[in-house]
């Protein structure tokens, strides 16, 4: 598993971007992938998961209603769509892929590079 995250940006607080993780040695087809987010001067908090087929997601509060999570496993490739975004989504956000096929309360196994998004108000 090789992650490659992308699709962050400048965008004013309202608006919407989705996100991508891609696996370039297009092996995660059977691994819960998550993305995860990083503000300056905070810790990394969980934002949303996707078990290996896509049945069973999970969100964390601050995020429920106004972020989707979805896979294309055929493109190796994990999605975070963000609407009505507020400035305190601005953070690096990273993808990160479990060993598991399902998430478990450990931290990902591979994690991809962040990629910046940035919320104005």
């Known amino acids: 598993v090789q992650l490659q995250a992308s699709g962050g940006g400048l965008v004013q607080a309202g608006g919407y971007l989705r996100l991508s993780c891609v696996d370039s040695?297009?092996?995660?087809?059977?691994?819960?992938v998550g993305w995860f987010r990083q503000a300056p001067g905070k810790e990394r908090e969980f934002v949303a998961s996707i078990s290996w087929k896509g049945s069973v997601t999970t969100y964390a509060d601050s995020v429920k209603g106004r972020f989707t999570i979805s896979r294309d496993n055929a493109k190796s490739t994990v999605y975070l769509q963000m609407n009505s975004l507020k400035p305190e989504d601005t953070a690096n956000y990273y993808c990160?892929?479990?060993?598991?096929?399902?998430?478990?309360?450990?931290?990902?196994?591979?994690w991809g590079q962040g990629t910046q998004v940035t919320v104005s108000s």
């Open positions: 040695r297009r092996t995660f087809s059977n691994n819960a």
């Open positions: 990160g892929a479990w060993l598991s096929s399902y998430r478990n309360r450990g931290s990902p196994r591979y």
